[in-house]
Structure formats: structure tokens, C-alpha cells
């Protein structure tokens, strides 16, 4: 080989990594063969029952400016200080991989202009996140959400449809969780309570106690200091002063009317008075579904939101109440029932076997024949023996197999096998498609 040729190897084969083998990054996760039908089944049971509700379907990018983020999920929030990926762009504009959905739903309806439209709008959003976070069980560097939100309602019933939703997707998962509510109140009255915060947590005996997170917290983010992990800061915030206390009086009758309507609806909830999210956008009423734990851990969040009431002002919009709420796919996944899934599965109707070139030739035309007729079809084309194609078939829970080889090719007929009765009956191949129709007609 030349000088001049191995350079031009270099230049278009990529340098390899020189380790054993590829890994993927750390807090990353690989949707592996067999695991799609689960993540299908939660995805197509949320967008039936959320578009019943009027909810529609929408999407936004992935890459968002940093400053999104900084205005609205809060300069202090977690995500922000340390979980966003970021970037500058080769523009010198800084770029950030989105770590939560609501602020990039709420530049879109912004920009677009959705207050045009007719009020309230109800959207449904899915889609991955990115955040830095320490990587455990049902915690990943990029998870998926599905999001609801409902834009411009500003009274109680849009928490509670919301709730209503997610009580109704839980049992459709097969689902035991618990919802916990709580109110953050509103800028009336929310400094007040701060203020009773700090006072507390500031007296000597409690400041000893805070883990150095929280230290912090109580200069920059006090409300944060009651949903903190650590043991002694979690005994601590048990004894803090309650937010429901210092509610104003609309914000009161706000929280009252939302636990009224969920009463008559026979939903049942926890109010949690430590429970205040991590972002700074919220007002009024929150929420966040746990699954209770059994052992001492804390109790695991499988999603979580809240009333919004500012972000679309705070970010240039018109005035705008807004709630909306998150629901974290991998964290359902680890509860819901499998069931509920296999059950969910369309059972296909015929399995087609073949044997021989010349069969998987014809086999090949009677698929698409079968198909275009309605049926659920499959076929293992690559297999050649008709023992793992059965095998297969019988995996799927077919109801009819169709087994074609060269005897059957030259006598124009195939074998009808049902797969329950294992009893076989040879057809005319010609009528094949008309008999199928017929007798899965009677079975289905
Ligand atoms: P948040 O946007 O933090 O309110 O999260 C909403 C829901 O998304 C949580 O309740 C979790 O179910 C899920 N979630 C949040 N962060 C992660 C993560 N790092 N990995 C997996 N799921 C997550």
C-alpha cells in the first residue's frame, strides 16, 4: 500500500475505540427485542383515553436554548444547576438538551399563537429527557415522559381532570399507586409561609442538623429543604411549619374545591404537606402519583405536576393559567401488570408455514393476498424447517396455521392445521382466502 492510499484509509475509515467491546453511556438504556410491546400497550392506551378527553397529540425538539430552562425550570432548581446537558452551538448560542417538557410546550404555545385557538387546549406530549442524574433503579441519564397538559382554565377542574385521567390510566395499567396533593399557595401568600420557613429552620438546633445540600437551600431555595432525602433533614421537615396554613383565601377555596371534586368522583388522595416539586413555575395546587414502598426506602415518584399559573407570562406570553402533569414511562413499566399487555396483543389469525423454495415463493403471494384481505398475518420465511416454524407459531398464540410444500405447490391445495386442536385438513388453494375469512368471521 502506497503513502498516499493509506492516508486515504484514514480519512474515510473512523478511528475504532481500541477497548474490548462498545459500551453504551453511562445512565443510558437500550430498548431491547420483547420489551416494545409493553412501552406500545402504555402509549396506545394514553393517547385513547387522553383524546376522549379532547386531548391532542403534539411534539417539540429535543435541542432548546439553555436560557429556556434558566427562565423558567428556575436558576437554582436541580436540573438546571446540575443536570442539564448544554452546549454551545457552533453559533456561540447555548444549546440545551431538554431536561422536562413543560417549558418547550409552553415556548411552542407562545410562539404559535395556540391562544387562538378555542380554550381550554389540552395537549399530550411523549418524548425523551436528559438530565445528569445519579443513574439507579428507574433513574436514567435520558428517560421518557408522556406529558398532559391544559392551557387556559384557570378553576379547580382542570387539576382534577387531570387527576381523573391519571386514576383512570393507572387502573387501565393495572396500576396501585397513590396521589398525593398538596398547594403551594400563590405570590400573595406563598413569601409569608417562606418567611415561617426559614424562621424555623434557622433556629440553632435545626441549622445543626441540615445536610450541606440543604444549607444551601435555605439562602437560595427554602421550600426545597422540605422534600429533601436525607434522613435528619426529612425528621426535620415533619415538624416544619405547613403551607396549607398560610393559604390566602382564594387559594384556599381553590385547594378545597379541587379535594371536593375528587371526593365526588370517590378518587382517593393523600394530602401531603412536604410535597413542593422541585421547580420554581408552580403555584396553587401540585400533585405527584408514588408507588408506596414496602421496605424503608422512600416511596418511588412514577410522575408528577402541577398548576403553572405564571410560566407563559414569566416567558412572554399573555396571561395564561396552565397545569399540567408528567408520567415517567420506565417507571411504569417496572409496575405495570403483564397481563394487561398479553392481553392487549392482537392474537394474529394464520401463520404461514412453507417448505422449499418454490412454496416460500407461493407463500410469499398468499401473504400479501391474506393481508389485503384483513387478516393478521405472520411467517417465519427464513426458517426452513417446519418444526421451529409450528414452534413459532405456537408462541404467537395463532389461531390457524397454512402449511404449503411441494406437494401440496403441485396439487394446488395447503394444509390448514388448528393450532388448539392440532387437527389438519387439506384446501383448495384457490379458495384458501374465502375459507380463512369465513372461519375466523365465527371465531372472533
Ligand atoms: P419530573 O419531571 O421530575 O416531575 O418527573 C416526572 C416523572 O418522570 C417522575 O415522577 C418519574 O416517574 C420520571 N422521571 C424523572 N426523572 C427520571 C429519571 N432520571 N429517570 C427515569 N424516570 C424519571
Same mark, same amino acid.
Given at each position: 500500500m502506497t503513502k498516499k492510499h493509506d492516508k486515504l484509509v484514514d480519512l474515510v475509515t473512523p478511528s475504532r475505540p481500541t477497548g474490548p467491546i462498545a459500551h453504551r453511556v453511562k445512565g443510558m438504556k437500550d430498548i431491547q427485542p420483547g420489551a416494545y410491546p409493553a412501552w406500545e400497550f402504555l402509549l396506545q392506551s394514553a393517547g385513547r383515553l387522553a383524546r376522549l378527553r379532547g386531548f391532542e397529540r403534539i411534539d417539540t425538539p %429535543?435541542? @432548546? $436554548?439553555y436560557s429556556l430552562y434558566e427562565r423558567?425550570?428556575? !436558576?437554582?432548581?436541580d436540573i438546571v444547576t446540575k443536570e442539564m446537558y448544554s452546549f454551545l452551538d457552533k453559533s456561540g448560542e447555548r444549546l440545551a438538551l !431538554? /431536561?422536562?417538557a413543560t417549558p418547550g410546550i409552553v415556548r411552542a404555545y407562545i410562539e404559535h399563537g395556540w391562544?387562538?385557538?378555542?380554550?381550554p387546549v389540552k395537549t399530550l406530549w411523549y418524548g425523551p429527557l436528559f438530565r445528569r442524574d445519579k443513574p439507579q433503579l428507574g433513574r436514567y441519564r435520558q428517560h421518557y415522559q408522556l406529558n398532559f397538559d391544559i392551557f387556559g382554565e384557570p378553576g379547580p377542574l382542570a387539576e382534577v381532570e387531570l387527576i381523573f385521567l391519571i386514576h383512570e390510566l393507572l387502573n387501565d395499567w393495572g396500576i396501585e399507586a397513590q396521589i398525593d396533593i398538596n398547594s403551594l399557595g400563590c405570590v400573595d401568600c406563598r413569601p409569608n409561609y417562606i418567611n415561617e420557613l426559614v424562621k424555623y429552620y434557622k433556629e440553632k438546633k435545626h441549622r445543626e442538623q441540615l445536610c450541606p445540600d440543604c444549607r444551601k437551600r435555605l439562602i437560595?431555595?427554602?421550600?426545597r429543604l422540605l422534600d429533601c432525602k436525607e434522613p435528619a433533614c426529612e425528621a426535620l421537615a415533619q415538624g416544619a411549619p405547613q403551607l396549607i396554613d398560610f393559604l390566602c383565601e382564594p387559594c384556599k377555596q381553590h385547594l378545597v374545591k379541587v379535594l371536593e371534586f375528587l371526593d365526588n368522583l370517590g378518587i382517593q388522595y393523600n394530602l401531603n $404537606?412536604?410535597? %413542593? !416539586?422541585?421547580?420554581?413555575?408552580?403555584? !396553587?395546587t401540585v400533585f405527584e402519583v408514588v408507588? /408506596?414502598? @414496602?421496605?424503608?426506602q422512600r416511596p418511588l415518584a412514577l410522575g408528577g405536576g402541577g398548576r403553572y399559573d405564571q410560566l407563559i407570562e414569566s416567558l412572554g406570553g399573555r396571561p395564561t393559567p396552565a397545569c399540567g402533569f408528567a408520567l415517567g414511562m420506565e417507571r411504569l413499566l417496572l409496575y405495570l401488570d403483564p397481563n394487561k399487555v398479553e392481553v392487549s396483543q392482537t392474537r394474529p389469525d394464520v401463520f404461514l408455514a412453507q417448505l422449499g423454495d418454490g412454496p416460500r415463493l407461493k407463500s410469499l403471494q398468499l401473504f400479501e393476498e391474506l393481508r389485503q384481505a384483513g387478516l393478521t398475518v405472520h411467517q417465519a420465511?427464513?426458517?426452513?424447517?417446519l418444526k421451529s416454524q409450528l414452534a413459532l407459531a405456537n408462541q404467537l398464540k395463532v389461531k390457524y396455521a397454512l402449511i404449503i410444500g411441494q406437494k401440496e405447490l403441485l396439487d394446488g391445495t395447503i394444509l390448514l392445521r388448528?393450532? @388448539?386442536?392440532?387437527s389438519q385438513e387439506v384446501l383448495d388453494l384457490k379458495r384458501v382466502k374465502s375459507i380463512m375469512l369465513k372461519r375466523l368471521a365465527k371465531t372472533k
Open positions: %429535543v435541542l @432548546e $436554548s423558567s425550570s428556575g !436558576r437554582t432548581s !431538554r /431536561p422536562e391562544f387562538n385557538l378555542p380554550q437560595k431555595n427554602p421550600l $404537606s412536604q410535597l %413542593v !416539586r422541585g421547580l420554581d413555575y408552580y403555584n !396553587r408507588m /408506596p414502598s @414496602e421496605s424503608a420465511f427464513t426458517k426452513n424447517s388448528d393450532m @388448539e386442536s392440532g
